[in-house]
């Protein structure tokens, strides 16, 4: 163990819901973030449609709550819900005191697109660029506080909680307080220790557990993992959702790229190769139907032509009208040699959000004290059984500010004693020709989920896929326990963790519901199902 660290406040990543918690909380006290590669780098900073909420006089937070929850497929928690919608809009307006810039119409009000769900139009961006913007506005301010250490390149392992102590464990003690975590220092190679008062878990998703996601790297579930690990109550882990629209572009380096909801919200269309719009015949709303009911209907459709993707026409869409409110789309389908004025954008579903996570109650409290959870790793019975489009930065925004004020509450100062934490035990040494193949694992897995616990599940599947991915996780956590840790070995531990943990909540909801759809229980069943699906390691 090379070095510790200790500050009041420990944040894990540096997406929407870590930022906007570090910049509160430094009104309390010391912050340390720390993010495991650059500090943009992070789903936020991707988002492209924006961020729904009540902006206009002539919507109502009833509207919002009523999308959310049909939506949400009878899973939301209602009061949730309407914590989400009445405090969002005072939420935005603080980003926009804060210096984001969303986009404009010429009067100067903000410019509301529209996405699927949504009975109007709510969502704030700038222009499809939104999580770029608002990742800068929150980057800079937190540059700007001098009570804010931001350590990039730095990777989160463990959480520690008493069964670091040493002897705790032998004395029969559950886990009950977060005291910090191990975390590599990616540079060095060290484990170095961090200790805070109080930790914010806010690692974002998962959706490097699929073969084809519209996550960027960093989005390997390393929070739901580790938050598992240490005993925390995860919930709703089955409900992944599938964005309908990425783009299908085999030959692009540098991984998926989503065509945002909004363009559809903007009139595009959905047509099978062949030309036949198809939407219409799954749902009256259409190409604005809610996601799940949007990616099923494109899946059906492969399956049936076999075609490798279907198509988004905007070819009807002025194209200034377009290349302004999607400028970004509009020159990466250039740079792919697709002329949008002509031609139709291809596109196939990608594993795009995780709707369950660590849970949560009102204020962002996990079951483990001084643990707090934001953003994509938490759930906070917003979401349910399927995200409303562009509720998820609203969430993020919502739920951290309502952590800190918690926390605030009861904040008293002075000086934090922590226990005797134990050394990191370096394990072993690395051994490159065993590597190699352990790393085979990860696309084994993204394979596995893929094609076992997709958009279309069943019982067989999801059982071949437990008994799989068991087996692949056990190998791997048998080769960490024995060898010097990378970044890359961790990631692949908490890929094959949480994979396994989608699988198991995919196998206890027999009914479909929302994001889960199995054909061995095609039928929502309210009287045994209308639950959260809670899972919760035995740590003892
Ligand atoms: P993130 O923004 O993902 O941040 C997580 C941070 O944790 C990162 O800094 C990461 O590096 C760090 N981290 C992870 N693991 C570790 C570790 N072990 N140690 C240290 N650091 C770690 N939602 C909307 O509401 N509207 C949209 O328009 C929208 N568009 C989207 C478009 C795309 C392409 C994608 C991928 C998602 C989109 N979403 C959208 C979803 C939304 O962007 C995310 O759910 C949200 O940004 C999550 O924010 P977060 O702060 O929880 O996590
Ligand atoms: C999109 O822009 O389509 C993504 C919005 C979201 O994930 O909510």
């Known amino acids: 163990m090379s070095k510790h660290h200790t500050s009041d406040f420990l944040v894990l990543g540096s997406g929407i819901a870590g ?5 509160k909380a430094a009104t309390l006290g ?27 006089e002539t919507d109502t937070t009833e509207g919002h709550l009523h999308d959310t929850l049909i939506a949400g497929a009878g899973l939301c928690n209602r009061n949730v819900v309407e914590v989400l919608v009445n405090e969002g809009p005072e939420r935005i307006h603080e980003l926009i005191a804060m210096g984001t810039e969303f986009t404009r119409k010429a009067d100067g009000s903000l410019d509301l697109g529209r996405e699927g769900g949504h009975s109007r139009n709510r969502i704030v961006h700038a222009a499809d660029l939104t999580g770029r913007e608002v990742e800068r506005a929150l980057l800079q301010a937190v540059a700007n506080n001098p009570r804010i250490t931001l350590l990039e390149h730095f990777t989160a392992v463990e959480l520690i909680t008493e069964h670091h102590i040493p002897g705790a464990r032998t004395m029969g003690v559950r886990h009950r307080n977060c005291y910090g975590v191990y975390a590599l220092n990616n540079r060095s190679g060290n484990i170095e220790m961090f200790l805070a008062r109080r930790i914010l878990l806010a690692t974002g998703g998962c959706g490097q557990v699929y073969l084809h996601t519209t996550n960027p790297a960093i989005a390997t579930a390393d929070g739901y993992a580790m938050a598992y690990r240490a005993g925390a109550v995860l919930a709703n882990m089955e409900f992944v959702q599938f964005h309908p629209t990425s783009l299908y572009a085999p030959e692009r380096k540098g991984g998926t790229f989503l065509i945002t909801e909004a363009v559809r919200g903007h009139g595009g269309i959905l047509r099978t190769r062949s030309g036949e719009r198809f939407m219409p015949r799954y749902d009256h709303r259409a190409e604005l139907a809610p996601r799940d009911i949007v990616a099923r209907a494109i899946d059906a459709e ?37 002329d949008v004025r002509t031609m139709p954008i291809p596109v196939v579903p990608a594993a795009h959000y995780q709707c369950g996570g660590v849970r949560t109650d009102l204020w962002g409290r996990t079951s483990i004290n001084r643990l707090y959870a934001c953003g994509e790793v938490s759930c906070t019975g ?60 990860r696309r084994e897995i993204q394979q596995i989920m893929w094609d076992l616990v997709g958009i279309v ?59 889960h759809f199995t054909t061995d229980y095609p039928e929502t069943d309210d009287p045994l199902w209308l639950r959260d699906t809670l899972i919760e390691k035995a740590v003892l």
């Open 19 to 23: 930022l906007t918690f570090a910049l």
């Open 30 to 56: 010391s912050v340390t973030i720390i993010t495991k590669k650059e500090r943009a780098e992070s789903n936020t900073n991707y988002a492209q449609g924006g961020i729904a909420a009540v902006m206009e």
């Open 302 to 338: 492969l399956k049936r032509s076999g075609d490798p993707s279907v198509l988004l026409d905007v070819t009807h869409i002025p194209f200034d009208d377009f290349q302004q409110h999607f400028p970004n789309i509009e020159a990466e389908c250039a740079r792919l040699g697709i």
């Open 382 to 441: 917003v979401h349910g059984a399927n995200r409303l489009a562009s509720n998820s930065l609203l969430e993020a925004l919502v739920f951290s500010h309502r952590a800190f004020n918690k926390i605030q509450e009861e904040w008293c100062g002075g000086e934090m004693a922590y226990p005797e934490i134990a050394r990191w035990n370096d394990r072993g040494m690395f051994n490159i020709e065993e590597w190699i193949v352990v790393e085979h694992d």
């Open 457 to 515: 599940r069943s019982n067989a599947r999801l059982v071949r896929a437990a008994r799989r991915a068991r087996l692949i996780r056990d190998e791997i956590e048998e080769y960490f326990r024995r060898t010097k840790i990378t970044v890359e070995l961790i990631e692949l531990r908490n890929i094959a963790e949480t994979a396994l943990l989608i699988v198991e909540a995919a196998l206890t909801r027999k009914e479909s519901r929302g994001l």
